[in-house]
């Protein structure tokens, strides 16, 4: 399957601060997604972006198909960003390839 | 709420024992996903239905078994289960039969093996 790669893989921000998060995948991808998983487990989507850029509030992705990565951005940072934050390519069109994730602490 | 419905959402049980998780998918989603989440591992795929086929296996043990049912539902059985087996399990679904047609994860089954 796809090796995924992200970094880094714990960040701690004061409140306010921004930060780059990024995603390094093995081989070429269909698809990718990013996914948030908060501290009560639940994951929750954030973007599907195989390629291109996207933004949704404070949060955006890029990804960069050719160069196999993807960034997602976090722009002053809340408390509540705080989880671990996914990124999945796509496997063949069935599943998703998760890798470690980046775990971020948001402090007041 | 996700639409995707996992139940229970914690379970603890003994080694050895057999447990039944079950999830209903949103609304008009025909795949249905099951992943597990633990320390060691991460998120793992486990297993892929689409309309009550078998569409893609991943790193699913042989001691556990799926199925998805005509009304769409899924259940994941466990068996003989070792205290290795507790995690986080999800179950996703999508409409289609692929990553493409949009992914929602339900919020889990916690299984605790003591």
């Known amino acids: 399957g796809i090796q995924v790669e992200q970094s880094p893989p714990d960040l701690i921000l004061q409140e306010g601060a921004n930060s780059t998060l990024r995603c390094n995948f093995s081989?070429?991808?269909?698809?990718l997604q990013w996914f948030h998983q908060n501290p009560w487990g639940q994951l929750i989507n954030l973007f599907y972006?195989?390629?291109g850029t996207k933004q949704n509030g404070r949060l955006s992705a890029t990804t960069v198909a050719t160069e196999r990565y993807s960034l997602l951005y976090i722009s002053s940072s809340q408390t509540t960003d705080s989880g671990v934050y996914f990124c999945?390519?796509?496997?063949?069109?069935?599943?998703?390839?998760f890798g470690k994730g980046t775990s971020l602490l948001v402090t007041p | 709420d996700s639409g995707v419905t996992q139940t229970p959402k914690h379970l603890i049980t003994a080694t050895g024992q057999r447990v039944t998780l079950r999830c209903s998918p949103r609304?008009?989603?025909?795949?249905v996903y099951w992943y597990q989440q633990s320390l060691d591992q991460g998120l793992q795929f486990l297993i892929q239905?689409?309309?009550?086929?078998?569409?893609a296996k991943g790193n699913i043990l042989e001691r556990f078994s799926a199925q998805q049912f005509p009304d769409l539902h899924s259940e994941l059985n466990l068996s003989s289960l070792e205290l290795g087996d507790s995690a986080l399990y999800f179950c996703?679904?999508?409409?289609?039969?692929?990553?493409?047609?949009?992914?929602?994860f339900g919020s889990g089954t916690r299984l605790t093996v003591v």
């Open positions: 081989d070429s991808v269909n698809n």
């Open positions: 999945a390519p796509e496997d063949s069109g069935y599943a998703l390839n």
């Open positions: 609304s008009g989603d025909l795949s």
């Open positions: 972006i195989p390629s």
């Open positions: 239905y689409y309309n009550g086929e078998e569409r």
């Open positions: 996703a679904s999508s409409s289609g039969g692929g990553v493409s047609y949009g992914y929602t």
